[in-house]
């Protein structure tokens, strides 16, 4: 059994700063491309940013220069720190990781959410 856990949301002013952690525990063997997506109410979850297990990491570009992502393979945790935080960034985030477990088969598990609000 795999889990995320996420933590670190909240509520915000622009321009504040937030950091949000999901740590993965569980029979893990290893875990690929860590991701983290968003859905704000009434639209489709999108992906704001993604890190190989190399360290490399993509962003969309709405993100670009205001948020990193970056990860703790001994930990199996991953990060988003979210700098210059603006109204449109409130949204309900989710960490999502492809997981290799010991059948040596990949999955793709998510957390449970958490919520980042922004006021302007």
């Known amino acids: 059994q795999v889990q995320l856990v996420e933590s670190g949301g909240g509520l915000v002013q622009a321009g504040g700063s937030l950091r949000l952690s999901c740590a993965a525990s569980g029979s893990i063997f290893s875990i690929n491309a860590m991701n983290w997506y968003r859905q704000a109410p009434g639209k489709q979850r999108e992906l704001v940013a993604t890190?190989?297990?190399?360290?490399?990491?993509n962003y969309v570009d709405s993100v670009k220069g205001r948020f990193t992502i970056s990860r703790d393979n001994a930990k199996n945790t991953v990060y988003l720190q979210m700098n210059s935080l603006k109204p449109e960034d409130t949204a309900v985030y989710y960490c999502q990781a492809g997981i290799v477990g010991y059948t040596r088969r990949e999955y793709d598990y998510w957390g449970q959410g958490t919520q980042v609000t922004v006021s302007s």
């Open positions: 890190i190989t297990r190399g360290g490399i990491p």
